[in-house]
């Protein structure tokens, strides 16, 4: 990674470790993020390291999840996070001020600073060169105790832009066309670094857009230089003087290179249930559509949203179409009420959504049965939307808009020229939904609901597990298989004896029960387990029921982490091995903790089949540390 973008943010920023790709390194965390859904929990968290004061340089808590507000529970978690933010010096973003990502963007990042933040899309602020990364929410407590944040240093891919998008194609087909090549898989171990003529022609929020679903392709960030169009966006939104210029040296060395001409990119979709499953549009033309919905940390910003706007302004939505819209922000839906856009879209019968999440994760707005919803959003596993049988597409607003008309998947290409987009030099800027810590919050009294429980206790890993497979599943499990979202299920985010019995209910609704019965067990994978978001949740809830090993043939990097700080020994096994082992069977480990002590190779038994099971522990030195003490608050608790 010499002289790439990534190395010099490396640099500034290592505090142990060198920069070899695959050694693990430790960087210090100069902000911080949350989000309401994985705040209580980081938060419950935060307060048991005891810590007076938040010791980074900047660290908010953002409301844009659990908006909708059918019981107490959502209502209980924003007055807790408003009170613990207040108590320890975090700058809390009111519900109604926009989903964290955007918001950061506009109002917080700042280029060749570092950005952890407890949500798998934080990257999105590696639009305005920021090496910024999504993390369980334990790690970013961690860092808000002014520790430093541990990965594995990533292999460098530079990605060249070169020439420029035609009409109709967007940011969107560009960071689609990357899944369409690499996969979900293809990023993992890697940060994406933009480079090339091409990155000129991008504005910051359509940089956001393509660093944004870089964590659809498993990456660990990605990132973009920070030039005249950085300072442009910090400008309009009076923060100019945080910009510096950041880029590559002119003999920067990537590991790998890839080659992409802008102008040959056509508008793209994603189909069911993957964000790597993308075809031209053209091929889908045609497609009914029963459902669209605009927004998400993807494409929410004021120019998708005009561009939107423009290109329904003087139609109605079809009559088969359901279109919701998202602003990204405060500011977005402002200042869209304040041009006039917004009377576009409503003339259009656009039902206008708070700027939050919304849909994106299942928070209302589910499709109907057996519904197809075409989204501007990132992800579009199977379930997310609410509707267990609904075909759920990714695309472009423009795609989007095009289909809100016409009832169907459209080419927006055949929409003749498209409107063109004139944003004002300066943006509104308000800061009034920021409510600032006192400068000493000692007195500050802490509000806890009835619904948020105490964080669960765990033991150190014992020496030897004798349990069953509980459950067997394939290639890239995401974490909304393992723990679901959605309006009913993301009220109980900080009460995990009843959120764990939501445990990979829609893979197999015995799950859970069987985990109770057996005293728990082991979950067997393919590869790629774990892709998706940061919840840590993906791991507690699962060792809450008795979960003590994950075995399968690669992991997704948040979840890996998320499974050692539970106290869930990540196991690597061969294909062959996987393909031997099957649901019910009951597997010997022995000698565990010398083992891993000494590095080996775990070698377990298939008492079932009789067959050996090699397992490989996928840790780093103090991820065995940690593992051995059953979690890292218990070794966080031994260390002190
Ligand atoms: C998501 O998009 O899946 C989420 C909801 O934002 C998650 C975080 C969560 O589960 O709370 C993420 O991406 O990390
Ligand atoms: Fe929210 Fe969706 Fe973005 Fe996750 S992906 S932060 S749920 S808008």
């Given at each position: 990674?010499?002289?790439?973008?990534?190395?010099?943010?490396?640099?500034?920023?290592?505090?142990?470790?060198?920069?070899?790709?695959?050694?693990e390194i430790a960087i210090r965390i100069d902000?911080?993020?949350?989000?309401?859904?994985?705040?209580?929990?980081?938060?419950?968290?935060?307060?048991?390291?005891?810590?007076?004061?938040?010791?980074?340089?900047?660290?908010?808590?953002?409301?844009?999840?659990?908006?909708?507000?059918?019981?107490?529970?959502?209502?209980?978690?924003?007055?807790?996070?408003?009170?613990?933010?207040?108590?320890?010096?975090?700058?809390?973003?009111?519900?109604?001020?926009?989903?964290?990502?955007?918001?950061?963007?506009?109002?917080?990042?700042?280029?060749?600073?570092?950005?952890?933040?407890?949500?798998?899309?934080?990257?999105?602020?590696?639009?305005?060169?920021?090496?910024?990364?999504?993390?369980?929410?334990?790690?970013?407590?961690?860092?808000?105790?002014?520790?430093?944040?541990?990965?594995?240093?990533?292999?460098?891919?530079?990605?060249?832009?070169?020439?420029?998008?035609?009409?109709?194609?967007?940011?969107?087909?560009?960071?689609?066309?990357?899944?369409?090549?690499?996969?979900?898989?293809?990023?993992?171990?890697?940060?994406?670094?933009?480079?090339?003529?091409?990155?000129?022609?991008?504005?910051?929020?359509?940089?956001?857009?393509?660093?944004?679903?870089?964590?659809?392709?498993?990456?660990?960030?990605?990132?973009?230089?920070?030039?005249?169009?950085?300072?442009?966006?910090?400008?309009?939104?009076?923060?100019?003087?945080?910009?510096?210029?950041?880029?590559?040296?002119?003999?920067?060395?990537?590991?790998?290179?890839?080659?992409?001409?802008?102008?040959?990119?056509?508008?793209?979709?994603?189909?069911?249930?993957?964000?790597?499953?993308?075809?031209?549009?053209?091929?889908?033309?045609?497609?009914?559509?029963?459902?669209?919905?605009?927004?998400?940390?993807?494409?929410?910003?004021?120019?998708?949203?005009?561009?939107?706007?423009?290109?329904?302004?003087?139609?109605?939505?079809?009559?088969?179409?359901?279109?919701?819209?998202?602003?990204?922000?405060?500011?977005?839906?402002?200042?869209?009420?304040?041009?006039?856009?917004?009377?576009?879209?409503?003339?259009?019968?656009?039902?206008?959504?708070?700027?939050?999440?919304?849909?994106?994760?299942?928070?209302?707005?589910?499709?109907?049965?057996?519904?197809?919803?075409?989204?501007?959003?990132?992800?579009?596993?199977?379930?997310?939307?609410?509707?267990?049988?609904?075909?759920?597409?990714?695309?472009?607003?423009?795609?989007?808009?095009?289909?809100?008309?016409?009832?169907?998947?459209?080419?927006?290409?055949?929409?003749?020229?498209?409107?063109?987009?004139?944003?004002?030099?300066?943006?509104?800027?308000?800061?009034?939904?920021?409510?600032?810590?006192?400068?000493?919050?000692?007195?500050?009294?802490?509000v806890r609901g009835p619904n948020i429980k105490?964080?669960?206790?765990?033991?150190?890993?014992?020496?030897?597990?004798?349990?069953?497979?509980?459950?067997?599943?394939?290639?890239n499990i995401t974490t909304d298989h393992i723990?679901?979202?959605?309006?009913?299920?993301?009220?109980?985010?900080?009460?995990?004896?009843?959120?764990?019995?939501?445990?990979?209910?829609?893979?197999?609704?015995?799950?859970?029960?069987?985990?109770?019965?057996?005293?728990?067990?082991?979950?067997?994978?393919?590869?790629?387990?774990?892709?998706?978001?940061?919840?840590?949740?993906?791991?507690?809830?699962?060792?809450?029921?008795?979960?003590?090993?994950?075995?399968?043939?690669?992991?997704?990097?948040?979840?890996?982490?998320?499974?050692?700080?539970?106290?869930?020994?990540?196991?690597?096994?061969?294909?062959?091995?996987?393909?031997?082992?099957?649901?019910?069977?009951?597997?010997?480990?022995?000698?565990?903790?010398?083992?891993?002590?000494?590095?080996?190779?775990?070698?377990?038994?298939?008492?079932?089949?009789?067959?050996?099971?090699?397992?490989?522990?996928?840790?780093?030195?103090?991820?065995?540390?940690?593992?051995?003490?059953?979690?890292?608050?218990?070794?966080?608790?031994?260390?002190?």
């Amino acid at each position: 990674m010499k002289g790439t973008i990534v190395e010099q943010l490396l640099k500034n920023h290592l505090v142990c470790g060198e920069l070899q790709p695959g050694e693990e390194i430790a960087i210090r965390i100069d902000q911080t993020l949350t989000q309401d859904a994985t705040g209580t929990l980081a938060y419950l968290q935060f307060e048991a390291l005891g810590i007076a004061r938040v010791r980074t340089e900047l660290s908010v808590s953002y409301v844009d999840h659990n908006t909708l507000q059918v019981g107490f529970e959502n209502a209980d978690d924003h007055r807790y996070l408003q009170s613990v933010a207040a108590k320890y010096g975090v700058v809390f973003s009111r519900p109604g001020n926009g989903i964290c990502h955007q918001v950061h963007l506009e109002r917080f990042g700042v280029p060749g600073k570092t950005l952890l933040g407890s949500d798998s899309h934080t990257p999105t602020a590696g639009g305005l060169g920021m090496f910024a990364v999504g993390a369980g929410g334990l790690d970013v407590a961690a860092a808000m105790a002014g520790q430093p944040f541990y990965l594995t240093a990533p292999r460098v891919v530079g990605v060249r832009l070169h020439g420029r998008l035609a009409p109709w194609v967007t940011a969107k087909d560009i960071i689609l066309e990357l899944l369409r090549r690499l996969s979900v898989k293809g990023g993992v171990g890697k940060v994406m670094e933009y480079l090339g003529p091409g990155v000129l022609t991008l504005t910051v929020p359509e940089r956001a857009t393509i660093a944004n679903m870089g964590a659809e392709l498993g990456a660990t960030s990605s990132v973009f230089p920070s030039d005249a169009r950085t300072r442009e966006f910090l400008a309009a939104q009076g923060r100019e003087e945080a910009w510096v210029e950041l880029g590559a040296d002119e003999d920067a060395e990537y590991e790998e290179t890839l080659e992409l001409d802008l102008a040959k990119i056509e508008p793209l979709v994603a189909q069911p249930h993957s964000p790597d499953a993308v075809v031209p549009v053209s091929e889908l033309a045609g497609t009914p559509v029963h459902q669209v919905c605009i927004g998400s940390c993807t494409n929410s910003s004021l120019r998708d949203m005009m561009m939107v706007a423009a290109i329904l302004r003087g139609h109605t939505v079809h009559p088969d179409v359901s279109l919701t819209i998202s602003p990204g922000s405060r500011q977005v839906l402002w200042m869209l009420a304040a041009n006039g856009a917004l009377a576009d879209l409503v003339a259009a019968g656009a039902r206008i959504l708070e700027t939050a999440c919304g849909p994106c994760i299942g928070m209302g707005q589910a499709p109907p049965s057996e519904g197809i919803s075409l989204r501007s959003f990132n992800r579009n596993f199977r379930g997310r939307s609410g509707t267990p049988d609904a075909q759920v597409y990714l695309a472009s607003p423009e795609v989007c808009a095009a289909a809100a008309i016409s009832g169907q998947i459209t080419d927006p290409r055949v929409l003749g020229a498209p409107p063109h987009i004139a944003l004002p030099s300066r943006f509104d800027v308000d800061n009034s939904m920021f409510i600032l810590p006192p400068e000493d919050g000692s007195n500050v009294q802490i509000v806890r609901g009835p619904n948020i429980k105490p964080l669960p206790e765990f033991e150190p890993l014992p020496d030897t597990l004798r349990l069953p497979v509980l459950l067997k599943v394939g290639d890239n499990i995401t974490t909304d298989h393992i723990m679901p979202a959605g309006a009913k299920i993301l009220p109980l985010r900080s009460n995990i004896p009843a959120l764990s019995r939501h445990v990979f209910e829609q893979v197999d609704a015995g799950f859970v029960q069987r985990a109770l019965d057996q005293g728990g067990g082991f979950i067997v994978g393919g590869d790629n387990y774990g892709q998706g978001s940061s919840r840590e949740h993906a791991a507690l809830a699962p060792r809450y029921l008795g979960v003590r090993a994950v075995l399968a043939c690669s992991f997704a990097r948040i979840h890996q982490a998320n499974l050692v700080n539970f106290g869930i020994l990540p196991l690597q096994i061969e294909r062959a091995t996987y393909d031997e082992l099957n649901e019910g069977d009951v597997l010997e480990f022995d000698n565990i903790r010398q083992a891993l002590l000494a590095g080996k190779i775990l070698a377990g038994k298939n008492v079932s089949s009789g067959a050996r099971i090699p397992a490989k522990p996928v840790l780093t030195d103090r991820q065995r540390k940690i593992i051995l003490a059953g979690g890292m608050l218990n070794y966080i608790r031994e260390l002190s």
